[in-house]
């Protein structure tokens, strides 16, 4: 992962994640997208929607996989892309995987129950990680 | 997906991304529901991605910064949210695109072996 890169998912975790209600009204409009398409093919509109629905997948199914997957999903973004995050940070560096365990990042973030001290915690951790790395790489021949 | 029905393909872990990538670097700024009719088009109907397995890649890319989504109106006056490349994305996309050439021609010298 490049430094660009890195810069990109840190912005990513940092800004304001995508609300649920956001996220939920594209999922309503690929359905009805889909619902169109079956239209087209002369579906009625109850069957349209039905074989829409069993074509791409419900709204509720769709969340639910955000919210698996740990992405755009704002309930589920914050801590879980942290630890993506800081899962990063450990594999491109792993000289300091001691210093910044997963471990020591969750009795960070068990301190700060809230939801955005959660994430500015393990963050800061993360760039912590970055600055020893810094300090202490040793280019390989 | 619906990976079980006969015909129909297991998308392999770590395309998906090329897949929606190449997809947005061919066509244009497109929705969703484009990206997917689109990989199923060419696959001749043996991909088809439900919500479940393309928004989570979506986002992933998003967060990534490889693509930028906005709100848009569809050619039927339908509101949806148009996905674009970003110049991170094409970079991204031209080093998978090699790595997977690699992995091919690896892939393909070694099971063109006799048995």
Not at chain 1, 25 to 34: G, H, I, K, T, Y
């Amino acid at each position: 992962m490049t430094a660009r890169e890195w810069a990109n998912r840190l912005w990513g975790t940092l800004r304001r994640a995508r609300s649920d209600r956001d996220l939920e009204d594209e999922l309503r409009a690929q359905l009805a997208l889909a619902a169109d398409e079956e239209r087209r093919r002369g579906n009625s509109d109850c069957d349209a929607v039905r074989t829409a629905r069993l074509r791409v997948g419900g709204v509720a199914q769709a969340m639910a996989a955000q919210f698996t997957a740990g992405t755009g999903h704002a309930r589920m973004k914050s801590l879980r892309s942290s630890n993506t995050l800081h899962k990063e940070v450990l594999k491109a560096f792993p000289g300091v995987g001691v210093a910044t365990s997963r471990s020591s990042c969750g009795l960070v973030a068990a301190r700060f129950p809230c939801r955005v001290y959660n994430r500015a915690a393990i963050c800061a951790v993360s760039i912590l990680s970055l600055m020893i790395a810094a300090a202490v790489h040793v280019p390989c021949d | 997906m619906s990976n079980r029905d006969r015909g129909k393909t297991d998308i392999l872990q770590g395309t998906l991304d090329i897949m929606v990538l190449q997809t947005l670097a061919t066509l244009g700024p497109v929705h969703g529901y484009a990206i997917a009719a689109r990989l199923e088009q060419v696959s001749h109907g043996a991909i088809q991605l439900n919500m479940g397995t393309l928004y989570p890649g979506l986002m992933r890319l998003e967060q990534r910064g490889l693509v930028r989504g906005r709100w848009g109106v569809t050619e039927n006056n339908r509101k949806a949210r148009f996905y674009a490349i970003t110049a991170a994305g094409r970079r991204r996309l031209a080093s998978e695109k090699a790595d997977w050439e690699r992995t091919v021609s690896i892939m393909h010298s070694l099971l063109a072996e006799p048995q």
